[in-house]
């Protein structure tokens, strides 16, 4: 289980942040889990922001990013164009959150089990092309034992493995899309890459 702390740098707060208990292993030497510790602090105007560590005790992995909590915790659409071939930002869903790459006509809705979940882009990406790569041997048995020469799912299936490992690689531009209409869902990037995050809130009818 990832260790996970919740600093509070302040008497009260607005915000309670579920456990993360999805293990994030450490991107730099791949041996060990990511410690992750989380502070809240309050600017002077009474902004709360999110200050999230993780580090690895394996070796000198360490990233810090600062995440607005006004926008972070309000149901609405985060999006995120990735340009440069840049897959380290970070994706927190909620159990509701609603995950799209709208280029490859992929969504990854949440199920009746859908726990809260913390993964970069880079791990989204891998975990949608097992994905891909499952649904294909499923959709080849069914044209084997159906007897088809030719079966336009399987074509499509082979195409979206074919561009998931084309945006690993870095030669797709793409966004990445979060939705979620209750809140508790964001995506965090380092902060010379916020001008390619937006964010537009849900207004209520």
Not at 3 to 13: G, H, Q, R, T, V
Not at 86 to 111: A, C, H, V
Not at 139 to 158: D, M, Y
Not at 170 to 192: A, M, R
Request: proline share 5%; hydrophobic share 35%; charged share 25%.
């Amino acid at each position: 289980m990832v260790k996970n702390n919740l600093n509070n740098e302040n008497i009260k707060s607005n915000y309670i942040f579920p456990n993360i208990d999805e293990q994030v292993p450490c991107p730099l030497c791949q041996e060990s889990n990511l410690n992750i510790n989380r502070t809240i602090h309050k600017l002077p105007d009474g902004e709360e922001i999110l200050i999230l560590l993780m580090q690895c005790n394996k070796c000198t992995y360490k990233n810090r990013d600062i995440i607005i909590l006004n926008s972070s915790f309000k149901p609405g659409k985060w999006s995120l164009y990735i340009d440069d071939g840049d897959l380290t930002p970070k994706i927190f869903r909620g159990p509701y959150g609603i995950i799209s790459i709208p280029e490859l006509d992929i969504t990854l809705e949440p199920s009746t089990i859908t726990n809260y979940m913390i993964t970069n882009i880079e791990g989204l990406i891998n975990r949608l092309i097992k994905y891909s790569k499952f649904l294909l041997e499923q959709l080849l048995i069914e044209n084997k034992e159906n007897n088809l020469i030719n079966n336009e799912k399987i074509n499509k299936t082979k195409n979206i493995i074919q561009m998931l490992q084309e945006c690993l690689q870095g030669k797709i531009k793409f966004h990445v899309i979060l939705e979620d209409n209750f809140g508790g869902s964001y995506i965090s990037v380092p902060l010379n890459k916020s001008k390619n995050l937006k964010f537009e809130e849900l207004k209520n009818p």
